[in-house]
């Protein structure tokens, strides 16, 4: 069955400093991935997407992640954090054409301190 | 980017009424829309596919009589949570596939927190 790890509930990082969020999949074939990010009582927003072609992928807002197909992951970077990414960032698998729901994962939340 | 909105942004009512959450999609043609639902501190839980033309797909142990969905046009779909009661509080959040040559990305409206007295 298709599903998504984000093993980390919470973390914290120092303004400035380096971010990766870790994401984990299980998936029978190449899957299509997701990066969302989710402010406080908002929507979710898209970060970045993979659906094929380069492994390492950028988003917006300074953001990219790579797909590592060995280890079944899809790991979240930022080289320098700012106080306004502190937020709740989902890694989610699919759909693709075939109509495979998207599954999200438990979602990481992102503390940043001065 | 594509823009996804919902109606209301939030809303109260009392427990035994219903109520209704409009999602449009305002620049582009979603001939799929989604809709969740997201406890606190929760991830998204998928509740129902909603396509064009068609009766919603709901997912298992979601109420299809309770949560009405409705996708008159390709442009708006609608919840509505009849005889709500405080059990139904949350956030709902919908989303529109936008189909584009091979690829397909959902896109998110900024969701809809319910809270039933």
């Known amino acids: 069955a298709q599903s998504v790890t984000q093993p980390d509930i919470h973390i914290t990082v120092s303004e400035g400093a380096s971010l990766e969020l870790r994401c984990n999949y299980s998936?029978?074939?190449?899957?299509?991935l997701f990066w969302y990010v989710q402010s406080p009582g908002q929507g979710l927003q898209l970060l970045l997407k993979?659906?094929?072609?380069?492994?390492l992928v950028q988003g917006i807002k300074g953001f990219e992640a790579e797909f590592k197909r060995s280890q079944s992951s899809f790991n979240l970077r930022k080289p320098s954090v700012h106080w306004s990414d502190a937020a709740e960032y989902f890694c989610?698998?699919?759909?693709?054409?075939?109509?495979?729901?998207?599954?999200f994962g438990a979602g990481t939340r992102l503390f940043v301190k001065a | 980017g594509a823009v996804v909105s919902q109606h209301p942004s939030r809303v109260i009512c009392k427990s035994g009424t219903s109520v209704k959450i409009e999602c449009r999609s305002l620049?582009?043609?979603?001939?799929?829309m989604f809709w969740y639902r997201q406890f606190p501190k929760q991830s998204l839980m998928l509740m129902a596919t909603s396509n064009e033309g068609s009766k919603a797909t709901y997912e298992q142990g979601v109420e299809k009589d309770k949560f009405l969905i409705n996708h008159a046009s390709l442009t708006l779909s609608t919840l509505t949570v009849t005889s709500a009661h405080p059990e139904d509080s949350s956030f709902y959040i919908c989303?529109?596939?936008?189909?584009?040559?091979?690829?397909?990305?959902?896109?998110f409206g900024p969701g809809t927190r319910l809270l039933v007295l």
């Open positions: 998936y029978g074939a190449t899957p299509y």
């Open positions: 620049d582009f043609q979603a001939t799929t």
């Open positions: 989303s529109a596939r936008v189909a584009s040559s091979s690829v397909e990305t959902q896109y």
């Open positions: 993979y659906f094929s072609g380069d492994t």
């Open positions: 989610a698998v699919g759909p693709n054409t075939g109509g495979f729901k998207t599954i």
